[in-house]
């Protein structure tokens, strides 16, 4: 599977953000599909997750309310909506898939920068 994420940028403190993650290669029938950041001088961290072929979503506790993870089936696109940003979103961005068997993400795409500026 080849990831291609993209929708980064500048946002506003509170302000809202979408993010794409494009999909190809495989049929995303048997995968998750997630979301993870990483901050400057931080570890990359586990923020949402949509298992593709029932839609069923997963969050990490502390973006509940404020992000939304959605699928386009037809266009093999993930999204992640962030709303009500906050500086400490600030982070690489980046989408990743596993199989519904394994227990870790083996797909990666290539990141993609936002920054919350006041």
């Known amino acids: 599977v080849q990831l291609q994420a993209s929708g980064g940028g500048l946002a506003q403190v509170g302000g809202s953000l979408t993010l794409s993650c494009a999909a190809s290669?495989?049929?995303?029938?048997?995968?998750?599909m997630g979301w993870f950041r990483q901050a400057p001088g931080k570890e990359r961290e586990f923020l949402a997750a949509?298992?593709?072929?029932?839609?069923?979503?997963y969050y990490e506790d502390f973006v509940k309310g404020r992000f939304i993870i959605s699928r386009d089936n037809l266009g093999n696109t993930v999204y992640l909506q962030m709303n009500k940003l906050k500086p400490e979103d600030t982070a690489i961005y980046y989408c990743a898939a596993r199989t519904l068997e394994s227990l870790q993400y083996n797909w990666w795409g290539q990141g993609t920068l936002v920054t919350v500026s006041s």
């Open positions: 290669g495989d049929t995303l029938s048997n995968y998750y």
């Open positions: 949509i298992r593709w072929n029932a839609g069923i979503e």
